[in-house]
């Protein structure tokens, strides 16, 4: 099973054991790492040069991140310091219907996430003792919340209507689907 891992940059080195001690467990749990940038040497180089404000460097970053969460089966992000770029990353995340975990240290939930309403969200708190249990347990919750894929046929005045409808509201087929039936389990249990 495929996982992305992240965590904000701007505080690497008072949390990169700590970042390295979740990227190993995860490859000790048998996970394969889609991305390995936060564990990478040179990463604070490379926010530098971020800043610097190159945006071939800015736009490689962008498709290399989305696309790592893209092939990811499961997003785990260390979130115990704040950073837009990190809740960008987990609001994508969720937004492709990743079971996405996010870790925080002290028991100090990042605010913002504690409002998201989502099935795929699990937030967990953790601290160096109690890290590996922690992680065994988020990651056996997210296996739980995969989205299961099966295929079906359709008519095709049924698939244009999908098609169109979905281009008309912006949002995948699948998605479109899964909110179509959403709909009708909260009106049967009405």
């Not at 490379?46 to 990811?72: C, F, M, P, W």
Request: aromatic share 8%.
């Amino acid at each position: 099973m495929k996982v992305f891992f992240q965590a904000t940059f701007k505080e690497n080195d008072e949390y990169i054991n700590l970042y390295q001690k979740i990227y190993e467990e995860l490859a000790h749990e048998g996970y394969q790492h889609v991305d390995n940038d936060v564990v990478a040497t040179g990463q604070k180089e490379l926010y530098q040069s971020l800043n610097k404000g190159d945006v071939k460097t800015n736009i490689a970053l962008y498709e290399r991140k989305t696309h790592a969460i893209q092939n990811a089966d499961i997003c785990i992000f260390e979130a115990t310091t704040a950073g837009l770029g990190l809740g960008f990353l987990i609001e994508k995340a969720l937004g492709l219907s990743k079971p996405t975990i996010v870790l925080y240290l002290h028991n100090v939930p990042p605010v913002l996430l504690t409002g998201v309403q989502s099935e795929k969200l699990i937030l967990k708190s953790y601290d160096e003792k109690n890290l590996k249990r922690v992680l065994k347990e988020a990651l056996s919750s997210a296996r739980e919340r995969r989205d299961k894929r099966f295929n079906f046929f359709l008519s095709p005045k049924l698939l244009d209507y999908l098609e169109e409808t979905s281009k008309k509201e912006d949002v995948t087929k699948s998605k479109l689907i899964r909110d179509m039936i959403v709909e009708h389990m909260r009106k049967d249990s009405s």
